[in-house]
């Protein structure tokens, strides 16, 4: 059978006989030939497109720990101060899906280029911010420069790269976008201790102008997009407005939701139904109108839907984790975030390490496919631990399950960004990657907003069952036992009734709400083990990747 072809004339797949294909990595996908690889500075294109998708991805997560200082600075509450986060988030999630249309209308190393100056100089002005109204105006221009970063960058290597250099080009770029989250507290935490919360912004300033510089010397559009945005086309207004209304809205309320209680909260209820029908009509629009702004029939390739439904999985399970081990470590532990951050550093380098190893292994043509099924399994075995946690674990039992689960992200990442990127083609690389990453983003808003509700009821369930275990009598017992136990606090239950101070028992609560939210943790690692243990056959149902001269047909 020949390999699955992509007709570009009717912007579908040859609907009469693709689902009868095995899924295929990487496999060739146009009649047309096209050479890959042929630019003499790829690894000089691959670390300027790196450093803005770097700063991207480190501004979702570098100011999380510096929100208290900034509290302080715009005498703001801990919801209003929020929103700081929220803007950026919403504007990032609204704008990602339309990289590849604008690109492809504009030029994307035009839009690339803007898209970093306007990031740079909105970090400048959040730094420089008096108000909280001027920081969340900024970081919501910022969120919106930054959102091509990330799938044009993506596009950029796939087209520079050679088919067996493409995972190690994931690989080096991956370290920026995997890395810089699972960094981004630590380095947060000691510059907003040992210099200003502001120059969490202000250190943007001169890598995002050594990478504009970079951009602009080596990073040139090919020449199918230069005849691309010569001929123009038709806008669709429809598409742009639904897009950005829906995925707005919806945005909106995935990070409001938990503070807001969720559909018993009228905005929340009639937001989520607002946003649905919006989505829904994007979903009609965009398959009936010629130059859609999203390329929804790109979804009709196995190979690129299973792949884009791992990396959700896994960054379901990353940005779970990145949210959760913090407050697991700063809360129940009593660690600073400079210490938490120290903690859990070393999954960065895991992750690096394991990154650099599979992209060295696919250069020379070895097959990589079991690999997701190892990192899959590592992200198991962690996660299984984690769910074994208790108050009184050591820095080593929390740190070595980190390390194990950054190298298992590492080994599934850069084989599955390449896979998604080459099983299109050229003229829609640019496309399929914005609409990689809006899946990615979302299921990263999803992930958060459900673990965020769960680890809250699973607490309170958990918490009822202890309490009914604790009655006036162990009081009782417990004030009748301290006498006997040398060293141990005075617990003296009839003291507390007559005097009406109950000291001791507000003690016993607070331990009690402790242990509640310890097994809420459990069970939520318990859970993503579970799916992460599910996943690890699902590489079977990827075919290895052809090599050779045939690998340069895309």
């Not at 899906?97 to 100056?117: C, D, E, Q």
């Not at 532990?333 to 210490?339: D, F, I, L």
């Not at 962690?382 to 070595?400: A, D, E, I, R, Y």
């Not at 958990?462 to 009598?473: D, I, K, N, P, R």
Request: glycine share 10%; hydrophobic share 50%; net charge positive.
């Amino acid at each position: 059978m020949k390999p699955f072809a992509y007709d570009d004339r009717i912007g579908a797949p040859n609907r009469a006989w693709y689902w009868y294909l095995p899924l295929a990595a990487a496999a060739p996908t146009t009649i047309e030939t096209v050479e890959y690889g042929t630019s003499r500075h790829k690894w000089l294109i691959a670390l300027a497109v790196m450093l803005g998708t770097t700063l991207e991805v480190l501004d979702t997560s570098i100011v999380n720990v510096a929100l208290p200082h900034m509290q302080g600075s715009f005498s703001a509450s801990v919801d209003e101060i929020a929103w700081v986060l929220t803007s950026y988030l919403v504007a990032n999630g609204i704008m990602i899906p339309m990289t590849g249309w604008i690109s492809s209308r504009f030029g994307r190393k035009r839009y690339f280029l803007t898209s970093v100056a306007v990031f740079v100089v909105a970090s400048g002005f959040c730094g420089a911010a008096r108000s909280l109204d001027q920081m969340v105006l900024f970081r919501l221009i910022q969120g919106a420069a930054g959102a091509a970063m990330v799938p044009s960058s993506q596009a950029i290597l796939i087209e520079t790269f050679p088919p067996n250099e493409q995972q190690m080009a994931m690989a080096t770029w991956g370290m920026g976008l995997m890395v810089a989250p699972i960094m981004g507290p630590t380095l947060g935490g000691w510059i907003t201790d040992n210099w200003n919360w502001r120059w969490n912004f202000f250190i943007n300033l001169p890598i995002g102008a050594a990478a504009f510089l970079m951009v602009t010397t080596f990073v040139h559009d090919p020449a199918y997009l230069q005849k691309r945005r010569a001929k123009g086309g038709k806008t669709d207004y429809t598409g742009i407005i639904l897009l950005v209304v829906g995925l707005g809205v919806a945005q909106l309320v995935l990070d409001r939701g938990q503070r807001a209680d969720w559909f018993n909260s009228p905005w929340i209820l009639w937001g989520a139904v607002f946003a649905a029908i919006c989505l829904i009509g994007l979903t009609i629009n965009e398959l009936h109108f010629p130059e859609p702004i999203l390329d929804l029939s790109i979804l009709g390739i196995p190979v690129f839907t299973m792949s884009v439904l791992l990396m959700v999985a896994m960054s379901f399970a990353l940005y779970g984790t990145g949210l959760l081990n913090p407050i697991f470590l700063q809360e129940l532990m009593g660690y600073t975030a400079w210490r938490a951050g120290l903690v859990l550093a070393p999954r960065g380098i895991g992750t690096m390490a394991a990154m650099l190893m599979v992209g060295q292994l696919a250069r020379f043509r070895y097959d990589t496919r079991p690999l997701i099924g190892v990192g899959f399994l590592l992200m198991a075995v962690s996660l299984w631990t984690m769910s074994g946690w208790n108050t009184q674990v050591s820095t080593w039992t929390v740190t070595w399950p980190s390390l194990v689960m950054g190298v298992g992200m590492g080994m599934i990442f850069p084989t599955l960004s390449a896979t998604t990127l080459s099983c299109v083609s050229r003229e829609r690389v640019g496309y399929a990657a914005s609409l990689y990453n809006m899946m990615r983003n979302t299921g990263a808003a999803i992930g958060i907003s459900y673990m965020t509700t769960v680890l809250v009821n699973h607490e309170q369930t958990h918490q009822s069952y202890l309490a009914e275990h604790f009655s006036v009598f162990d009081a009782w017992k417990m004030s009748n036992a301290a006498r006997f136990a040398p060293g141990s606090h005075g617990f003296d239950y009839s003291a507390q009734i007559i005097g009406g101070q109950k000291q001791g028992l507000g003690i016993v609560y607070g331990m009690i709400q402790r242990q509640a939210a310890m097994l809420s943790f459990n069970d939520i690692y318990r859970a993503l083990a579970i799916v992460m243990m599910l996943l690890i056959p699902v590489f079977l149902f990827l075919r290895k990747p052809q090599s050779g001269a045939s690998s340069t047909a895309h």
